[in-house]
């Protein structure tokens, strides 16, 4: 079995035993992002060996622009003689390069907030060109001075701009938004390859292949190892569905090179040489083509697993969009419900108000009731006269206790005002109606 075949089936099990068990790690570390925070303390330092890119180097990465400002920064690299070798902000309009080296595309470009775009800056010192591009598409270019190589001793800040070597951030240079798959490469890539990056998608591979994992010298996952300052995190950025799709891919692209590579191999295609005699039998015995149909099921069965996977992964999404629906729908109904209840708390707190307010009228209106029933009384008492204790079962002497005869003088006016039985008072004329008084009237005189 010649090498290449050896290789590609190695690939192939490697392959299915990905599909099946899960994801490689750079795999898995291609489909987290790096989310930072809006503060000048949200950033991630990096002390790289550059050496490889003094002469030529990509940047290229995938942004989600998450606020506005002034120079939102995602790329600075600063040297000990040169504080913006390199410095890129997320809306296009900085491209630094050797300190007052600058295209703005931003003009050009549509940036989107909260939708994530692809871009990259080349560079080499062959051409004495910068070319920028977003989406896949070049948006802009220009030269830089002859013979100037990058210098390569300093060291990459994410997620803020290097004002000067020691750092001296500022907080209108806060990035706060994401990054994801930032790879760095020691060529400057032509429009075909970038354009064929940002066609396989943010969460495909296609940095590890075809040529690319041998100039990618910054490396995605190294960055995520690195220590971050202040609010950055580590998101994953990639949905299942797009996971698994790759995946597929892969396989995909592994089986039609495995098919070419056996192709090959086989008698007639070429003229074989005696080293190559024991390969071409070895590709046509019995137990290789076994080997070829195992592989072959174990790739469509697979695939199936695949499909099925994706189908129920499909109506997962269906049902999750008719909850959140739903979840909306009940949202709306509960603000209504709690306008409702506000109102009738604002209600409640009126009423109780109204009812202790009508209490304190009802003590008061209960007090001036009894302060002019005393009067009433009063009144009643002093113009009702004798007839008022006739109706009674009291004496009618006790008619002398009331203020209009209570010590007083008996006058021709009081006796008048006496009933005529009580003519006896005459006899009294300039007594003192007093209680002893009235007690002997009463004990001498009432029937």
Same mark, same amino acid.
């Given at each position: 079995m010649s090498e290449a075949v050896k290789t590609l089936l190695l690939?192939?099990?490697l392959a299915v035993v990905l599909v099946i068990n899960g994801t490689s790690a750079y795999e898995e570390q291609s489909y987290k992002a790096l989310k930072f925070g809006n503060t000048l303390a949200d950033y991630v330092k990096l002390t790289p060996d550059m050496r490889p890119f003094s002469n030529a180097f990509s940047i290229c990465t995938w942004i989600k622009k998450l606020q506005r400002g &002034?120079?939102?920064s995602w790329f600075s690299y600063a &040297? &000990?003689?040169?504080d913006t070798e390199i410095w890129i902000n997320d809306d296009g309009s900085y491209n630094w390069m050797f300190h007052n080296h600058n295209r703005n595309v931003g003009y050009l470009i549509n940036i989107r907030m909260g939708e994530w775009y692809h871009y990259?800056?080349?560079?080499?010192?062959?051409s004495r060109t910068a070319h920028i591009y977003h989406n896949g598409r070049e948006s802009g270019y220009y030269s830089t001075p002859y013979g100037r190589r990058l210098t390569t001793d300093g060291f990459i800040v994410l997620g803020q701009d290097l004002s000067t070597f020691a750092g001296d951030f500022r907080e209108y240079f806060s990035f706060g938004g994401e990054?994801?798959?930032?790879n760095m490469y020691s060529k400057k890539l032509n429009t075909t390859e970038v354009r064929e990056i940002y066609k396989a998608g943010r969460c495909s591979h296609i940095e590890t292949r075809r040529g690319h994992q041998y100039s990618r010298q910054l490396k995605w996952e190294r960055i995520l190892e690195q220590q971050r300052f202040g609010n950055v995190s580590i998101?994953? &950025?990639?949905?299942?569905?797009e996971k698994l799709h790759h995946c597929h891919e892969r396989v995909i692209e592994l089986e039609e090179q495995l098919k070419e590579a056996q192709n090959n191999t086989q008698p007639g295609n070429e003229e074989p040489s005696s080293d190559d005699a024991t390969t071409i039998t070895t590709v046509e015995d019995d137990g290789l083509s076994a080997e070829l149909e195992e592989l072959r099921l174990n790739l469509e069965s697979t695939t199936n #697993?695949?499909?099925?996977?994706?189908? #129920?992964l499909e109506k997962a999404e269906e049902k999750l969009e008719k909850t959140e629906t739903r979840l909306r729908k009940t949202g709306a109904q509960l603000d209504k419900s709690k306008k409702k209840v506000s109102t009738l708390k604002k209600m409640l707190k009126q009423a109780n108000s109204d009812l202790e307010n009508n209490v304190d009228l009802l003590r008061e209106t209960r007090a001036a009731l009894r302060e002019k029933e005393s009067e009433l009384e009063n009144l009643e008492n002093s113009l009702c006269g004798a007839n008022c204790f006739k109706a009674s079962n009291s004496s009618y002497w006790d008619i002398l206790y009331t203020s209009t005869f209570f010590n007083k003088v008996v006058t021709d006016e009081l006796i008048g005002i006496l009933n005529e039985s009580w003519s006896q008072l005459e006899n009294f004329k300039g007594s003192v109606i007093n209680e002893g008084f009235i007690e002997f009237f009463k004990t001498n005189f009432d029937s």
């Open positions: 690939s192939l099990l &002034s120079y939102p &040297s &000990s003689t040169v990259c800056f080349c560079w080499d010192l062959a990054l994801q798959k930032l998101v994953d &950025s990639c949905p299942l569905n #697993r695949l499909s099925e996977t994706e189908t #129920r």
